[in-house]
């Protein structure tokens, strides 16, 4: 089995025997760099930068709402959470 392999990879690697070697066209450089230098910046009108901030700063001042309503109603979700854990124990009397 070893020689079949063996042979199968010789074979393989003396099929590119006398192929060439790929050459790109003599111009290839020259196009490429020409056509990068022809490339137009993209430009962002400024309406849009404006609309782009102001949506940001909303964002901004909602998330801050958000965290601020959060950290003042924080003690009162505790007392919630352990009312309803209190009323759990004892209903299913877990401690008897």
Avoid: C, W
């Amino acid at each position: 089995m070893q020689k079949n392999v063996d042979k199968r990879i010789n074979k393989i690697l003396n099929s590119t025997q006398g192929s060439q070697r790929a050459k790109p066209k003599m111009d290839l450089l020259v196009n490429i760099e020409r056509q990068i230098y022809e490339m137009e910046g993209h430009i962002i009108p400024m309406n849009r930068i404006r609309l782009v901030a102001a949506a940001a700063a909303i964002m901004l001042m909602l998330n801050i709402s958000v965290l601020n309503h959060y950290l003042q109603n924080s003690g009162n979700v505790d007392l919630v959470e352990m009312e309803s854990s209190t009323s759990l124990i004892t209903d299913f009397k877990l401690y008897d």
